[in-house]
């Protein structure tokens, strides 16, 4: 099992829609979670940080499974520029962060 | 100030060239990283360097060799790279080393490799 896993999509949903993403893991000892967002040719910026059971800021809310080792990130009322791929980032050990593949949202008009 | 700058936006090199990438970051972090992405796939680590000091090294070739001369600044020196090694580097830096800590990304430097 790789140590995180995501639906690389791509999610091709139009304005105003919800779409939810989930990611799995396979570190139950885990403490900290990222979802990072990246547009096509430019760097990864950080989306949202899950330390506990989930974290909520505007239009994304994420959520964390421990039991089930997934976090999901849900984008609602969602605009043409959320386009991008998601990443879902999972701390190992001390200084390295494994990333998973990403999810691509296309969101049309 | 929460950026992270990183020099020259875009470098063509010849596999017999010697070149340094620079990262530069002012939001006092003492950790600073080197990641190698390419394309439609996710960064890799390449260096950590906590408070100054190289803490991973995964496995990188020694035509890779990173420099922290201070604790605002990183360097990556590149000698004798392959055409294989074009990718994004991407620089990256979080206030400490540990898995509570952001990291966040400079723009990257787009390396060609001829």
């Known amino acids: 099992r790789k140590e995180v896993e995501q639906d690389p999509g791509p999610f091709n949903v139009p304005e105003g829609a919800t779409v939810a993403f989930n990611c799995t893991y396979s570190?139950?000892?885990?403490?900290?979670f990222f979802w990072y967002r990246q547009d096509c040719r430019k760097e990864p910026k950080l989306l949202m940080s899950?330390?506990?059971s989930g974290n909520e800021d505007g239009r994304f809310t994420a959520q964390l499974n421990r039991a089930s080792q997934y976090i999901s990130l849900l984008i609602r009322d969602s605009k043409l520029s959320d386009s991008a791929t998601y990443l879902c980032?999972?701390?190992?050990?001390?200084?390295?962060?494994?990333f998973g593949t990403g999810t691509r949202l296309q969101v049309f008009p | 100030d929460t950026e992270v700058t990183q020099t020259p936006k875009h470098l063509v090199m010849g596999m017999t060239n010697k070149k340094s990438l620079k990262c530069e970051q002012h939001?006092?972090?003492?950790?600073m990283y080197w990641y190698k992405q390419k394309a439609k796939k996710p960064p890799e680590l390449m260096f950590v360097?906590?408070?100054?000091?190289?803490?991973i090294n995964e496995s990188v070739p020694s035509r890779f060799s990173p420099e922290c001369p201070n604790s605002s600044l990183l360097n990556l020196h590149l000698h004798a790279l392959q055409p294989e090694d074009s990718a994004l580097y991407l620089c990256?830096?979080?206030?400490?080393?540990?898995?509570?800590?952001?990291?966040?990304f400079g723009p990257g430097t787009r390396l060609t490799v001829l």
């Open positions: 990256a830096s979080s206030q400490v080393s540990g898995m509570y800590n952001e990291q966040f």
């Open positions: 570190n139950s000892a885990s403490q900290s």
């Open positions: 899950v330390y506990s």
């Open positions: 980032v999972v701390p190992h050990n001390t200084d390295k962060l494994i």
């Open positions: 939001m006092g972090h003492r950790a």
């Open positions: 360097y906590s408070y100054e000091k190289l803490s």
